[in-house]
């Protein structure tokens, strides 16, 4: 369930301004480097206008709950559900709900998590959604990117950008890599797979047979999340070596070869297979 109170509050105090006088956007483009606070204040704002309590939003009535939980028929999440982009096929139940009034409320919500994500046929698709300003809707997209968005999508929204809490670097550098914020959350145990994947470079490096066996251990996980986390450690470790000299052409050789596993996994190769052909190459 998505939790208000991660909502971002200068932009909620902006939206609510904008609500009170009547001034909300047909679109929205919120950028939000962990993309967890813009979901939450675009969910705060689909409260705001549907909310059946006395201090809106209060999170508690049961518009809210059913909001919050998924479950409400005026507010629709197109998020990407384990796939590596979102299609037109996610778009097209949209522009259908847009020729249909609110049924509880006086406005509809679209909201699109992991923008950035769409693919050119879905970004064209919700082009012609976002140029129905007539509908009572609300098109939200979240992004971590917003140059990911195309630039005829972006003129038609209004841009918010959250601020980047840089607590959490790392978040962010997985985010830029292509992991998005619920894979990240899985990352429970990053530090003990992240030690396990330094040991498997230096073997890797030191051409040590070790490091088969240690590709097999490796190849044990089935989170998706941890497997784009370890070649995320394996290309940050073989780009800072890039910066020696004395290492550059064995960090060159092992990014080649990265780049050759990026190409085999989004060919559907085994996770083992991609880690077997790395040291088996190098």
Known sequence: MIDLKKADAAQVTFLNDAYQHNKVAHAYLFVDPIQEAGIATAYWLACRFLCSGENKPDGTCNNCQRI?????????????????????DQIRPLKAELAKSPIEGSRRFF????????????????????????????????????????PTVRSRTQILHFEEEVQNNRAVELLEYGLNSNEIAELTNSEKIEQETKYFYQEIKEKDNLALVRAHHLAETNSTAEQKFIFFILKKLALAELQKDTTRLAATKLLDLLMQCDQMRASNVSFRNCLDYLVLKY
């Open 111 to 150: 909201i699109i998590e992991n923008a950035e994500k769409l693919t050119l046929a879905a970004n064209n698709a919700l082009l012609n959604l976002l140029e129905e300003p007539v509908a009572p809707v609300v098109t939200i997209l979240v992004t971590n990117n917003e140059n990911q968005i195309l």
């Open 68 to 88: 919050l939980s998924g479950n409400h028929p005026d507010v629709f999440l197109v998020k990407l559900d384990g796939k590596q982009s979102l299609s037109i």
